[in-house]
């Protein structure tokens, strides 16, 4: 009988070091005034392009780097750590924008919008959500029909990440098709009918990209569909798992940015005459922020692995994200206290860090849909359809 091995290779070792490295010297210290002003980080996101973090997952054959999505998680935690807005940027990328065009796309499709995609250049975003559709695929209001071998799109879609930057070159829309069909049409920046609306103002990772995108008799030809005709409600679910995976790196980074925030301020500062870290009820609060990131580590760690071995890991995604979506808020608060009024400045990170919790419990599926998807592999009974 064989052990289990919770050692990680020498290159996924090295890999994570060059990006925390990165996230240390490129990150970091501009961290703070694109969370202020709100703004893009485009030059680190140009840097992460030339360090091929965009392609790490994809073959070398697309100007990838022939990684495992374990690694590229590993990265995101490390990118999350000093920044999480930063490490969703690059998150979405890769799992909403080109993972789907690298899983259903054609040759041509690929050659023409991957490639770009995994050097950085060219950043594609998921249009799923809507005012009345998230998590439920079915809810989207969207349509496209064929006239003239072209789509003709009408619809709206909400909080789209990575739309509307210098970088935004293409949307990958979801749309009834007719026939009770959905399916995923690619839809180039640019294209007559086709808005980006004003950029979100958001509570939380605010240095991401988020916009409302608009449709009106949108047109694009018949070969911009992305995989099958009817297929898109199995390519979104397939892309949902990925990116549920992501999103747990993105919340253990997030805490443990929190916990060495905590730990330092626990060294540093006194109270009463005495060192903070003195005090049982702060350290105790420190060591279960320890406890919660070793545990939401493990928890995506294991829904990775198994992706990456073509094993079934959708129910293991939910878990991962439904827990370290929701340590995330209760760390990050217990952190904001814990540094007293400094905890309750803009420009703290253990204030912007509470901040940026609170979104985790929202992307990608609320904590609601994530444990109904549980609920459901446990072969309960659903009132769903």
């Known amino acids: 009988m064989t052990g289990l091995d919770f050692d990680l290779t020498e290159e996924q070792r090295e890999f994570r070091d060059a990006v925390r490295e990165f996230a240390e010297e490129a990150v970091a210290p501009v961290a703070e005034e694109h969370d202020r002003t709100e703004t893009f980080p485009l030059e680190v996101v140009r840097r992460m392009g030339d360090l091929g973090l965009f392609g790490l997952p994809f073959p070398e054959r697309y100007g990838g780097l022939d990684g495992d999505f374990v690694t590229f998680c590993l990265c ?85 990440t990575n739309s509307g930057t210098p970088l935004s070159e293409v949307c990958l829309v979801a749309a ?41 008799g949108c047109r694009v030809p018949e070969g911009n569909l992305l995989g099958e005709r009817g297929g898109g409600h199995r390519e979104l679910l397939e892309t949902l798992d990925d990116w549920r995976i992501a999103l747990a790196a993105v919340g253990v980074g997030l805490v443990r940015g929190c916990l060495e925030e905590s730990v330092k301020h626990a060294r540093e500062s006194e109270i009463f005459g005495r060192p903070s870290g003195e005090l049982d009820a702060l350290r105790f609060e420190v060591a279960d922020m320890k406890v919660a990131v070793e545990t939401a580590r493990l928890a995506y760690l294991k829904a990775a692995w198994l992706r990456d071995r073509g094993r079934p890991y959708g129910t293991e995604a939910a878990i991962a994200k439904v827990y370290a979506s929701e340590i995330a808020p209760s760390c990050t608060r217990s952190a904001a206290q814990m540094h007293g ?19 985790l419990e929202i992307e990608g599926g609320t904590s609601e849909t994530q444990r109904l998807f549980i609920a459901r592999d446990l072969g309960l009974p659903s009132a769903e359809p």
């Open 76 to 160: 995101l935690e490390e990118l999350a750590r000093v920044d999480p807005s930063v490490a969703i940027t690059l998150g979405a990328a890769v799992v909403l924008g080109a993972n789907p065009v690298f899983r259903f796309g054609t040759e041509e499709q690929k050659d023409r919008w991957l490639i770009p995609m995994c050097r950085g250049k060219v950043l594609g975003s998921f249009g799923l959500t809507e005012a009345g559709a998230g998590s439920d695929a079915h809810g989207v209001r969207t349509t496209a029909r064929l006239e003239d071998d072209e789509w003709v799109i009408d619809g709206t879609k909400a909080f789209v």
């Open 341 to 359: 009024g400094h905890g309750s400045i803009q420009g703290s990170p253990a204030a912007r860090f509470y901040r940026d919790a609170e979104m």
């Open 176 to 216: 009834w098709t007719g026939g009770g069909e959905i399916s995923v049409i690619l839809v180039p920046g640019g294209t007559s009918g086709f808005t980006v609306g004003p950029a979100h103002s958001k509570v939380g990772w605010r240095a991401r990209d988020t916009h409302e995108l608009v449709f009106e």
